[in-house]
C-alpha cells in the first residue's frame, strides 16, 4: 500500500491526480504517492489558502500558534506515537540514511520547535513579538505592526530529513498562509506535520497546505509562482537562477543556495587528553547526513605548534571516522555521487603520487581523509564522508584561505580559547562567513540562527508604521478635545 504524501484541505483524495514514486534502501521499499494538482487547482488552493489566512489566521494570537506547533511537535518526539513510529520506519527507506542517524537527526531537530525554542524564534527578530498581534509602540516613536504575507510559497529541499520545517514552522510563525513544495527526495515529513498541526488547530490547518510538482515543469508550477506573494527556496544555484527569472518582479524572492563549510582546531586544543575527542566530533560533523547540509564541513585548518601534530589529529580522525563507518553506514551513492567521490579522490591519489598530500582509507572504506602537506585555500570536496585536513603555522592565515569562496562561505566549526575565538571570529566575518559555532554541532544549529546571516522571521514580514504626526493629528479630532 502506497503512503500518501502532502497536506491539501479542501481536496478529497480521489478529487487529485497521484503519481507513485519508489524508493529502496536498506533492501526494503516503499512507494510514495506524490500529489500533482492540474493548473485550475492550482489556482483554486492558492485562493483557498489566502482566503483562510485572512480570515482566521492573521486575527490568531502568536502564542496561540506557537502552542499548535509545540503540540505537533511533542508527538512527533513521542517516539510511541504511530507517525513517529512510521517515521522511523519509512524515512531510512525513502533517503537511504540509516536508522540511527535518522532517529537522532529527527530528535535533536524537533527539539528546535517545542515552546521554549519557538519563542527564541520570536524574541531573535523582534525586539517586541507583539507586533505580529497588533501595533506596538516604536524605539523612534509612533508605532509598527508586522505583516506576515497573504501567501507565502516554500520551495523545499530533501538533501536533509524533516528539513522543510524550518521554513514551514517560521512561516506559521508570522502568519503566513503557507504552500509548500514537497521535495521530492524527502517528501513524507512536511505532510506528516501539517496533519499533526490539523490535529492540533484545526483552524490554523486550514491556512496551510504542502504539494508537489515535477520541477521545472509547465502547468501548476506557474500558478503558484503566480499567486505567490513571497517565495522561500532551497536549492542549487542553477536551480534557484531559473526559478527567480520565472518570478513577477513584485515577488519577494528568498533564496538559500550552495554553501561550504569548514572546521578549526587551534594549537591549545590539541594535547594528547582532547584531540580524541575533537576528532570525534570532528567526524560526527562529517558524518551527519553525509555532509549534504550547506552546514557541513568540507575542510579543516589544523594549526602547527602543538602537543598533537596536524599528521596525528588526521590519524585520529581517519580512526573516528572508521569507527562511525560501523555505527552509522553510510547510505549506497547515486552514481552521479560515486563518480564524484572517485573523480576526487582520484585527484588526490595525483597529489599523494607527488608528495604534496597523504590520504589515509582505502578505496573500498566509505570515507577519506587527506593530510595537505602544507597551507592551500579552501575547496570542496566530493561530499560524503571525504575531507581534507590543511595545516596552518598560525590561525591569522585562515581568512584569507577561505575569502575566494567569500559568496559560498556559511559555517565554521571552532576549537579555541575564548580571545582566539572572538579575534578569529571577526576576521571571519569580513570575508563572509556567517555562523561561527563548536565542533560537533555543526549540522545542528540553534532556534533562531540567522541561516546565510539573513532573519528566519523578519525577512518574511513588512511592517506598517504609524507616524508621532499622524498620532499627534489624530488627537485634534477625538471626542474629548477641546
Not at 506598517?464 to 493629528?473: D, R, S, V, W, Y
Amino acid at each position: 500500500m502506497a503512503e500518501f504524501a502532502g497536506y491539501l484541505p479542501g481536496f478529497a483524495r480521489d478529487e487529485i491526480g497521484w503519481r507513485p514514486t519508489r524508493f529502496a534502501a536498506w533492501g526494503e521499499s516503499v512507494e510514495v504517492a506524490l500529489p500533482e494538482l492540474s493548473d485550475a487547482q492550482a489556482r483554486a488552493l492558492c485562493d483557498r489558502i489566502r482566503t483562510r489566512a485572512r480570515a482566521s489566521l492573521k486575527r490568531m494570537e502568536v502564542a496561540r500558534i506557537v502552542a499548535a506547533i509545540d503540540r505537533a511537535t511533542a508527538c512527533l518526539l513521542d517516539r510511541q506515537h504511530p507517525l513517529r513510529r512510521k517515521a522511523e520506519a519509512l524515512l531510512p527507506v525513502v533517503t537511504g540514511y540509516d536508522r540511527e542517524t535518522v532517529r537522532l537527526g529527527l530528535t535533536s531537530l524537533l527539539k528546535t520547535f517545542r515552546r521554549p525554542q519557538l519563542l527564541r524564534f520570536l524574541a531573535e527578530d523582534f525586539a517586541n513579538p507583539g507586533m505580529l498581534d497588533g501595533f506596538q509602540p516604536a524605539a523612534k516613536g509612533g508605532f509598527v505592526r508586522a505583516h506576515g504575507p497573504d501567501l507565502l510559497l516554500h520551495v523545499w529541499a530533501g538533501n536533509v530529513p524533516a528539513l522543510s520545517l524550518w521554513s514551514l514552522v517560521c512561516g506559521l510563525l508570522v502568519k503566513a498562509g503557507t504552500v509548500g513544495k514537497l521535495p521530492s527526495a524527502e517528501p513524507l515529513t512536511a505532510g506528516w506535520f501539517a496533519g499533526l498541526i490539523a490535529e492540533s488547530d484545526p483552524d490554523l490547518a486550514e491556512c496551510l497546505a504542502a504539494v508537489w510538482w515535477k520541477g521545472g515543469s509547465e502547468g501548476c508550477e506557474a500558478a503558484f509562482l503566480r499567486e505567490a506573494d513571497t517565495v522561500l527556496a532551497y536549492g542549487g544555484n542553477p536551480t534557484l537562477a531559473a526559478l527567480r527569472a520565472k518570478l513577477p518582479v513584485t515577488t519577494r524572492f528568498l533564496p538559500y543556495g550552495h554553501r561550504i563549510g569548514f572546521g578549526i582546531v587551534a594549537r591549545e586544543a590539541l594535547d594528547s587528553r582532547r584531540a580524541v575527542a575533537l576528532a570525534r566530533l570532528a567526524a560526527h560533523d562529517i558524518a551527519r547526513y553525509e555532509q549534504q547540509g550547506c552546514y557541513s564541513p568540507q575542510m579543516l585548518f589544523v594549526e602547527r605548534g602543538g602537543p598533537v601534530t596536524p599528521g596525528e589529529f588526521a590519524r585520529h580522525l581517519a580512526h573516528e571516522l572508521a569507527a562511525l563507518a560501523s555505527r552509522h553506514p553510510r547510505r549506497s551513492l547515486s552514481p552521479a555521487e560515486a563518480a564524484a567521490v572517485a573523480a576526487w579522490r582520484g585527484a588526490q591519489e595525483m597529489r599523494s603520487l607527488g608528495g604534496t598530500a597523504e590520504i589515509l582509507g582505502d578505496p573500498a572504506d566509505p570515507w577519506s581523509v587527506v593530510h595537505a602537506g602544507a597551507a592551500e585555500a579552501l575547496s570542496p570536496t566530493g561530499l560524503n564522508r571525504t575531507i581534507t585536513l590543511v595545516p596552518v603555522d598560525s590561525l591569522d592565515a585562515i581568512p584569507a584561505l577561505v575569502a575566494p569562496h567569500r559568496v559560498f562561505l556559511q559555517t565554521a566549526g571552532i576549537a579555541a580559547s575564548p580571545d582566539n575565538l572572538f579575534r578569529l571570529a571577526a576576521r571571519l566575518g569580513e570575508v563572509g562567513v556567517t555562523r561561527i559555532t563548536a565542533l560537533g554541532r555543526m549540522t545542528a544549529p540553534e532556534a533562531g540562527w540567522h541561516h546565510d546571516g539573513r532573519f528566519s522571521l523578519l525577512d518574511l514580514v513588512t511592517l506598517t508604521e504609524i507616524e508621532q504626526g499622524a498620532e499627534a493629528a489624530a488627537e485634534g479630532f477625538a471626542p474629548y478635545v477641546d
